[in-house]
């Protein structure tokens, strides 16, 4: 019997699925060499953030692999080669880097996404950040879900209360927290072949919501194969 096969997609590929359900995204631009990275540094507008884009890397800020705060051509080009040297201490083939907009402050919060045998697709939410697995501040709904069940699935939670403001804290936009939801579940019950969706962080601001990084394991890869190593 042919064995199913999970791969993740590659941070651009996922990112362009997720843009694809309505999920806003920081302006972003896929960079092979550090020329190329400072070029859309520039088109995107200073502050950048830099992310290593591997196949062989799943948490990228534990190896390096995330630079925020980049705020000159010259950070760039720096930040780009010591991407190129994480593929050598880590063993891993490099496909080259994400060039993102530095987002603004917000509450950082996770929508994930998966299949569970007995109720097929399921979509999660709460606390984001590493956090996470030692809070385990999350709750569940089948996917798709109403707005009314997305706003229940918020509520249940402490990122909820956070959202709602705190000590003096300006409230979140509920309502971009609701509409992420409603747009991962869609994206779970509509496209068969994802097998996990895991959106985290995504940042709710006083006004609008961003995912900042999208992690998705599918079954096939249709399409193009994503870029080769630099
Ligand atoms: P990973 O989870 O693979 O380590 P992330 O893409 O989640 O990498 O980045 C790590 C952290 O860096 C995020 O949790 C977030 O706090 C911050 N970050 C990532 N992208 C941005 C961005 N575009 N703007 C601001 N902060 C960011
Ligand atoms: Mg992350």
């Known amino acids: ?35 190329e990275a400072c070029k859309a540094a520039s088109e995107i507008g200073f ?15 534990d190896v390096g692999g995330v630079r925020v705060g980049l705020n000159s051509a010259c950070e760039v080009a720096s930040a780009f080669d010591s991407m190129k040297l ?8 490099i496909h080259g880097a994400l060039v993102v907009e530095q987002a603004g402050q917000g509450v950082e919060v996770i929508i994930g996404g998966f299949r569970d045998e ?3 697709p399921v979509v999660m939410f709460g606390s984001g950040g590493i956090l996470v697995e030692i809070t385990k501040d999350v709750t569940f709904g089948l996917a798709p879900v109403t707005r009314d069940e997305a706003l ?23 309502e971009a927290a609701v509409q992420a939801i409603i747009s991962a579940s869609s994206l779970m019950a509509e496209e068969a072949d994802v ?21 998705i394991l599918r079954t096939s890869i249709s399409g193009a ?5 630099i």
């Open 1 to 35: 019997m042919a064995q199913r096969r999970s791969f993740p997609l590659l941070e651009p590929e996922a990112y362009e699925l997720v843009s694809r359900y309505g999920l806003p995204l920081p302006r972003y631009a896929f960079a092979r060499d550090s020329q």
């Open 47 to 61: 502050p950048v953030v830099l992310k290593v884009v591997s196949p062989d890397i799943v948490h990228k800020s």
């Open 86 to 93: 994480i593929g050598r201490t880590q063993k891993a083939s």
């Open 118 to 120: 007995e109720f097929g």
């Open 152 to 174: 229940r699935m918020i509520l249940d939670t402490a990122a909820g209360s956070i959202l709602k403001g705190v000590r003096g804290m300006a409230p979140a936009d509920i």
């Open 195 to 215: 097998q996990e969706v895991d959106l985290n962080p995504v940042v709710i601001f006083e006004s609008g919501c961003m995912v900042l990084d999208a992690r």
């Open 225 to 229: 194969l994503g870029p080769s190593d």
